[in-house]
C-alpha cells in the first residue's frame, strides 16, 4: 500500500469517525429531549409550545441521523 492509498484511507476513517460522532451527538440530544417531554407530562403543565418544539426538534435529528446515516452506505 503507497502513501496515498494510506492517505485516502486515514481521511475516509477520520471522515466515518466525524459521522458516528454527529450521529451520537443527535441520539443524545433526542434522548435528552425525550426526557424533558416526559417531564412536562407528568407534571401535567400545559406547555404545548415548548412539547411541539422538542417534537420537532426530535424529528429534526431524526432526519439528520437518517441523511448521516445514508453517507456510510456509500
Known amino acids: 500500500m503507497d502513501d ?11 471522515q466515518v469517525i466525524g459521522i458516528l460522532f454527529e450521529v451520537i451527538k443527535r441520539l443524545q ?4 429531549l425525550d426526557e424533558e417531554y416526559f417531564q412536562i407530562l407528568s407534571k401535567g403543565v400545559k406547555n404545548e409550545s415548548r412539547v411541539s ?7 429534526e435529528n431524526a432526519k439528520i441521523v ?9
Open 4 to 14: 496515498n492509498e494510506k492517505d485516502q484511507l486515514i481521511d475516509a476513517q477520520k
Open 29 to 32: 440530544a433526542n434522548n435528552d
Open 53 to 59: 418544539e422538542i417534537q420537532n426538534e426530535r424529528a
Open 66 to 74: 437518517g441523511r448521516l446515516l445514508e453517507q456510510l452506505e456509500i
